[in-house]
């Protein structure tokens, strides 16, 4: 009888192994590095952004042609030549956000955008 009144082992450590929650930490982190597919993807991103910084200095010293973006046009303002230094910060802390995430549709959308925004810009040369 004095077994079953046994304390039972504290099992509180252990995570449940179910769906969604079953790949992650305790701080909600993948424990998984991410796949080279997203590392490719994320390099291919900020090389996007740095092509989008090259194309449009060189559209807008084409006469008629403006920047679309709004942000990137009140950088323009504010900034001068170093309009792309905000940018950049931005680049970055999106870089440092998007190797937290899991899925990777927001990095195809993300590179998709700025690839779009690099032919845009070269339409203008």
Not at 62 to 72: D, I, K, S
Not at 77 to 96: I, S
Request: charge should be negative; aromatic fraction near 10%; include cysteine.
């Amino acid at each position: 009888m004095a077994d079953r009144m046994a304390e039972p082992e504290d099992r509180s450590l252990e995570l449940p192994d179910w769906g969604i929650g079953a790949a992650r930490g305790r701080a909600g982190m993948c424990e998984q590095p991410a796949s080279r597919t997203y590392w490719i993807l994320l390099i291919l991103f900020v090389e996007l952004q740095i092509a989008d910084i090259l194309t449009t200095d060189r559209a807008l010293a084409v006469p008629g042609v403006w920047e679309l973006n709004p942000l990137m046009a009140i950088s323009q303002a504010e900034f001068g030549a170093a309009w792309w230094v905000p940018k950049l910060a931005v680049v970055a802390y999106l870089c440092l956000a998007a190797t937290f995430m899991r899925r990777r549709w927001p990095i195809i959308f993300a590179v998709s955008v700025s690839g779009l925004a690099v032919l845009g810009n070269i339409s203008h040369f």
